[in-house]
């Protein structure tokens, strides 16, 4: 007997459904899986076979084949495990066709029939959803995760015999949340402010607010100490929460790399991801043997640290080039061309010199550098690398006596807070209410929203040519300028705008 199950299989973060056909004939007794899958699907019969002997159900002797359509799409991962237990049963005879017709079948089965979670379950779904399917069962902690998906009933169960029972008795398997309360995670709790401690560093929270504001990368400069580290940590909390459209990109793509904790649903946290450099140009950038993403897709709606940048290889840099200005990363494999999500903000800190203490002659070090020296340190970072950052802050070591005061008063972050938020709707107003900031404008949409009189015009060739600024420069200058009016609550670019803009670009 043939028994069609649908199901689906993870690409990179996004999905595909399958069709696990299961056909049970009788013959000398066998069990052949084909349909391109990978070794854990084809390790998948052992535990469907015993998860099904321990749950107590006695198969009888027959030639098993498993076809997995689209048959010349590679299959990777345990997620259909499920479907090809419900399958084989059904082509048994031991499970009525009807229960599993039209239904949808994701997860992994252990030996004792227990279901266990998955990776990638919220791109699936969606990928079943637009194949018709409007109910799906899933590990119980997968379960939040598919009830974010519109026009889905997500339905979970223990174990393999607890789901077949409700399948026999609908309505006994677990439903997703109510209407209304979307599943997502818990407020987190209070934390000390990362904020509360850039004491003294009234230009670097400028810059902070600047990035934070308009998205824009960023590029930290000083001796061990300034406080380089923290001021990173400081743009991922001025950074505004998450909007629904985006927390679903951040779920999506930390559900397809397996970080989302069992139980969880909406991700509205936006990710910080601080790598360290000896991370290679693949985990970088995504890709390996099953396509998974890499930090620059983690990094997602979010903030990509790196810390020590001149330490990093040349060909990790390199590789950010095109998610810098793409927001995406294509990925041209044997197997085919993925696109993975990467549209964050990149936040590198660097020493001036390898000892850390040039241009600092009244600091409690002197630099031991040569003129050499220092030249490769600083060369390590290519001109097309420099030339995507937007805003340069050069810090210098805080006193004592201001390090040990108080802390910053909490009104002031929250006006700092405020004028962001005003600024990031402005531009959503701008872009038809999607999270657009303006580090993502093209040409056309900088002539647009950032026109310069014959004054400004002029003001900026001068610049340019002073400071040896290139076309991408250039246009990352407007970008910064649009949002300095933007926080300004100003319609235009004022000369102000652009003169400001251009002191955090002077330093490249």
Same mark, same amino acid.
């Given at each position: ?103 949808g079948f994701v997860g992994e089965l252990g030996l004792d029939g227990a279901l266990r979670p998955v990776r990638g379950v919220l791109a699936m779904a969606a990928a079943l959803v637009d194949a018709g399917v409007s109910e799906l069962w899933v590990p ?16 979970? /169960? ?88 985006? /927390? ?14 069992? @139980?969880? @649903? ?20 995504? @890709? ?9 897709? #983690? ?20 590789? #950010? ?41 009244? @600091? ?26 937007? #805003?340069?802050?050069k810090l210098r070591p805080v006193p004592p006596s201001t390090l040990l005061a108080e802390a910053e008063a909490v009104p002031e972050m929250d006006r700092i807070r405020g004028r962001i938020a005003t600024a990031r709707s402005r531009q959503a107003h ?33 610049? /340019? ?44």
């Open positions: 007997m043939l028994a069609p199950v649908l199901s689906a299989a993870l690409a990179a973060v996004d999905a595909f459904p399958v069709r696990v056909e299961v056909n049970a004939t009788r013959g000398l007794p066998a069990f052949t899986v084909v349909g391109l899958p990978d070794g854990a699907v084809r390790e998948g019969k052992e535990r469907v076979l015993t998860a099904l002997s321990n749950a107590g159900y006695a198969l009888p002797p027959r030639r098993i084949t498993v076809n997995l359509a689209p048959a010349d799409v590679r299959k990777d991962g345990s997620s259909l495990d499920l479907p090809v237990a419900v399958g084989l049963l059904v082509a048994v005879g031991q499970l009525d066709p009807g229960l599993s017709s039209g239904r119980p902690a997968n379960r939040r995760e598919a009830a974010l998906v519109p026009g889905l009933t997500a339905r979970s /169960a223990e174990t393999l015999p607890d789901l077949l029972e409700a399948l026999r008795h609908p309505g006994r398997g677990r439903s997703p949340d109510p209407p209304g309360a979307p599943p997502g995670d818990p407020p987190p709790m209070a934390a000390p402010s990362v904020l509360g401690q850039l004491r003294g560093r009234s230009w670097a929270m400028r810059g902070l607010e600047i990035a934070a504001a308009g998205g824009h990368n960023l590029m930290l400069e000083g001796p061990p100490g300034s406080g380089k580290t923290w001021m990173a940590r400081g743009l991922a909390e001025l950074l505004p929460p998450a909007d629904t459209a985006e /927390a679903l990109e951040i779920t999506r793509v930390h559900s397809a790399a397996g970080l989302l904790p069992a @139980g969880a @649903g909406l991700q509205t946290r936006r990710p910080f991801r601080a790598p360290h450099h000896t991370a290679s140009h693949v985990g970088m950038i995504g @890709g390996g043997p099953n396509l998974r993403p890499g930090e620059v897709s #983690l990094a997602h709606r979010g903030v990509l640290f790196l810390d020590e940048a001149p330490e990093w290889p040349r060909r990790v840099l390199e590789t #950010l080039r095109q998610p810098l200005e793409t927001g995406e990363v294509t990925l041209v494999r044997a197997r085919g061309v993925v696109v993975l999500p990467a549209r964050f903000t990149l936040v590198s800190a660097m020493n001036p010199c390898p000892c850390g203490w040039y241009g600092e002659e009244d @600091g409690p070090q002197r630099c031991t550098c040569s003129e050499p020296v220092r030249r490769r340190y600083q060369g390590r970072l290519s001109g097309p690398f420099r030339d995507r950052i937007d #805003l340069w802050l701008r872009s038809g209410g999607h999270p657009f900031p303006n580090r993502d404008l093209d040409p056309a949409g900088i002539r647009r929203w950032a026109p310069l009189r014959r004054s400004e015009r002029s003001l900026l060739e001068r610049a /340019a040519t002073g400071l040896g600024l290139s076309a991408r420069g250039c246009h990352r200058v407007l970008r910064v300028a649009r949002t300095l009016a933007d926080l300004s609550d100003r319609s235009r670019v004022e000369e102000e705008d652009l003169l400001e803009a251009l002191q955090f670009r002077s330093a490249t």
